[in-house]
């Protein structure tokens, strides 16, 4: 049996608003004799999550249900893989993996625990040698092809230029590599929705202003150009973007690349961490709280996971980020919900800075809902002349009523090649009205100067529920790329 390091069921404070903490209990299952630095979680048939490191280990993860975190053990089943930084318990029977220069399947013959037999399922994308090359994924779409997600190299590459880094690759049955998105940075995660299209985070840098969210759409250039020159193969059917602009306004880049992809949201510096990765689609149908259908997304600096909202606007997926649960162990690469509801998170700090708690580089943990419902925005959707606000809970109408609670900015990014973006463009916008819906559950905020292409970022500390609860977050931001026709 292997000892957790530490228990953190922090219950948080009485007053308002409700600690994060007490909402959402945080029971740490990282062992105490071996660094775990979770790159990747996958659940078994039966539940048992299994796990791989950045080290290159796979582990079964027993017990990890166990509501002390003190009767977990891990049983290695297998070594020697370099670098995976994701896993999929496939339908046919094998686990696939990610490692540094290829897509592996395994599998477990004799059914002993531990897998026996590996696999090369396809590298053609190549490696140039550079430390950062990782490849995230994989993630089984609708048609049963693999999709994949190649980070960029940042420095030298002593094997040589390589193609298709910064892209989405497609895996067939087959083995066969069929490059789909270009343009990407560091994108760490990928996820395909419950209705079937792929997302995937990236994170903030040289040509890409802010850490972000968007959807992999066929053909679309995502705004680095990298590796757009092997957009000049054959093997891509797309045509090539063009050349890239330097110093344009997001909302403006299309205008002269027509494949340029807006992302669904943009997640503020700091204010909403820094390095987006893993993400998962709540699909607990109300185990995980009041938030069913949302995205949930981890944060590598910050050690936390975040919330998010999306709507289809004008053929475009676009919403809102939130603030969720912060103060977990490390920076969190991998999520996944578990069949009791609860998610599971891990990650590792080895390469990029992070302001975990544990300072240990490395955890594994599990964010359990305690059953109470926090006064809380749970989603803020776009209207042709503001937002709608949604609460779990009814609001004091009166101060909700008050336009001058709601404090609303917009800004936006630029496409450049310097390192990240400023927040340009700022402008305060006037909220000139606030209707508070029969129930009390939501607000329209009739707003005057809403911008496409703009985050519109509101903050209402004032607001109070019914009850007289405070917000348990009182912020948001909307990235509004489509306004919606009048209603």
């Known amino acids: 049996m292997i000892l957790p390091l530490l228990l953190c069921l922090s219950l948080g404070s009485t007053q308002e608003p409700l600690s994060e903490g007490r909402v959402y209990r945080c029971i740490d299952l990282s062992p105490a004799d071996i660094v775990l630095e979770v790159s990747g979680i996958a659940l078994l048939e039966d539940g048992t999550p299994l796990v791989c490191t950045r080290r290159g280990e796979l582990y079964r993860v027993e017990n990890a249900y166990d509501e002390s975190g003190r009767d977990v053990i891990y049983r290695k089943a297998f070594e020697g893989l370099q670098e995976p930084m994701g896993l999929l318990v496939h339908p046919d029977g094998w686990v696939y993996c990610t490692q540094r220069g290829e897509l592996s399947r395994l599998r477990d013959r004799d059914g002993d625990g531990r897998f026996d037999e590996l696999e090369t399922v396809c590298d053609r994308w190549g490696i140039s040698g550079n430390y950062h090359e990782y490849n995230f994924g994989p993630r089984l779409a609708p048609d049963g092809s693999l999709w994949i997600t190649t980070n960029k190299p940042f420095g ?62 066929p053909g679309s250039f995502q705004g680095h150009p990298h590796g757009i020159e092997s957009c000049r193969d054959p093997l891509w059917p797309y045509g090539y973007p063009g050349p890239v602009p330097d110093g344009v306004l997001m909302g403006e880049v299309r205008a002269q690349i027509p494949s340029f992809e ?22 607990t149908e109300g185990g995980f709280g009041p938030f ?22 004008n053929g475009h997926w676009q919403g809102a980020c939130y603030p969720f649960r912060r103060g977990l162990g490390c920076g969190v690469v991998r999520v996944a919900f578990a069949p009791d ?23 594994f943990e599990r964010l359990v809902w305690s059953g109470e419902v926090p006064f809380e925005l749970r ?7 503001g937002f709608r606000l949604s609460f779990t809970a009814p609001v004091d109408r009166a101060l909700a009523s008050d336009a001058s ?36 559950r939501s607000v329209t905020l009739r707003v005057r ?21 405070a917000p348990w977050h009182d912020r948001a931001y909307y990235t509004l790329v489509e306004i919606p026709a009048a209603e």
């Open 405 to 440: 609670l709601y404090q609303l900015e917009s800004y936006t990014y630029l496409l450049h090649a310097s390192y990240g973006s400023p927040e340009v463009e700022r402008e305060s916008l006037a909220v000139e009205e606030a209707r508070v819906s029969a129930d009390g």
């Open 292 to 313: 069913p259908g949302q995205l949930f997304v981890g944060d590598q600096y910050e050690a936390s996971v975040m919330r998010v909202s999306l709507e289809r606007v």
């Open 156 to 217: 030298d590459q002593p094997f040589g230029v390589q193609k298709w880094r910064g892209f989405a690759l497609r895996i067939t049955a087959d083995g066969r590599m069929h490059p789909i998105v270009c343009g990407l940075r560091s994108p760490s995660g990928i996820q395909f929705s419950p209705w079937g299209e792929p997302f995937y985070t990236d994170n903030q840098g040289e040509w890409c202003g802010a850490s972000k969210l968007a959807l992999l759409r």
């Open 449 to 469: 100067g809403l911008r496409p292409g703009f985050v519109h970022q509101l903050t209402f500390p004032g607001l109070r529920s019914a009850e007289g609860a």
């Open 262 to 283: 807006m992302p669904a949201v943009w997640f503020p510096r700091d204010r909403m961490g820094r390095a987006p990765a893993g993400m998962a689609w709540d699909t």
């Open 341 to 363: 509801g609860s998610l599971l998170v891990g990650g590792t700090d080895r390469g990029w800075d992070s302001i975990g708690t544990n300072g240990l580089g490395y955890s």
């Open 379 to 385: 989603t803020m959707s776009a209207r042709s002349d």
